[in-house]
């Protein structure tokens, strides 16, 4: 390439999932102390580490020419980008993070209507009060520096705007949850000038088939055994694959190998089943990417 991809890794929260992801995918991203300039083993990239709440204000303007932050933020920011993918990743948990309304366990408030004329704390400021705006609900929309849920705790706030997955932080502070605003998911973003540059657009693609790649790979498992001849279609039969599964026959063996792709949540109950079908030598292995 004629000039490096610059690429913006979200620091905070997800800094270490996205580096992590990266290696899954074939890029070494080596953190240098309290440099927010990365290193990573491609002559065709240069990073900086960048809020994710930013993250979109600097692809859009160009300082960036693409990176990953949340949907959140892009709508927060109003920013136009070019939305290149979505890259759904958590560490926590299989559901989508969302922006919910929390009030107090006991507060008399069950509505977002119930908002009129109160405070709601939040570090999603502009998105709120647009979204209050909307609803034509009179809130004060105010914005949080951090630790939000302590908000309704200490008094500051009628209820709070925050993101949550599990909701367990949110009922650890004797919250509850009223209504939910949006869910967000990890994007992948250009910026419109380096989209259009044939050469940063290959780059880019590239990046994202492979970062989709490893993320499809964390939700698999191969796993391979040994069958008897006589068995090969009752086994057969009990296994998902993404085609079909593979049947190589053994050296000098009334013997099958048996190979497949199956989704990790599926393997502890199917394991005991291949043994009562006469599996043996049962094999299982992680993948780095499913492409």
């Not at 909701?167 to 509850?176: N, V």
Request: aromatic share 6%; proline share 4%; glycine share 6%.
């Amino acid at each position: 390439m004629k000039t490096p991809l610059k690429l913006g890794i979200p620091k905070g929260s997800l800094q270490n999932s996205t580096i992590d992801l990266f290696k899954q995918s074939g890029w070494k991203i080596n953190v240098n102390g309290r440099s927010y300039f990365p290193e990573i083993n491609d002559p065709d990239i240069t990073c900086s580490l960048c809020r994710a709440q930013e993250m979109s204000i600097n692809v859009e303007n160009g300082v960036l020419d693409a990176g990953l932050t949340g949907l959140d933020w892009i709508a927060e920011n109003q920013s136009d980008v070019h939305v290149v993918a979505d890259l759904v990743y958590s560490k926590v948990s299989a559901r989508p993070a969302r922006w919910v309304v929390a009030v107090a366990y006991d507060s008399s408030i069950k509505r977002l209507e119930d908002l009129s004329g109160k405070t709601v704390s939040t570090e999603l400021l502009g998105y709120t009060k647009r979204y209050f705006a909307e609803k034509g609900i009179d809130a004060k929309v105010e914005f949080s520096w951090g630790a939000t849920e302590a908000k309704v705790v200490s008094g500051l706030a009628d209820a709070i705007v925050e993101i949550t997955e599990t909701e367990s932080t949110i009922k650890a502070h004797g919250l509850r949850v009223i209504h939910e605003l949006m869910q967000t998911n990890t994007q992948f973003i250009a910026n419109h000038q380096a989209w259009r540059d044939p050469e940063k657009q290959q780059k880019i693609e590239q990046i994202v088939m492979l970062l989709k790649s490893a993320l499809i790979a964390e939700k698999l498992v191969g796993i391979k055994m040994n069958v008897p001849q006589g068995q090969v279609e009752a086994i057969v039969s009990l296994l998902p694959s993404l085609n079909a599964p593979t049947v190589a026959s053994l050296y000098n063996k009334d013997w099958f190998s048996v190979e497949t792709v199956i989704r990790t949540d599926k393997v502890r109950d199917l394991i005991p089943e291949l043994l009562k079908n006469g599996a043996e030598g049962i094999i299982e292995y992680p993948l780095n990417k499913v492409i």
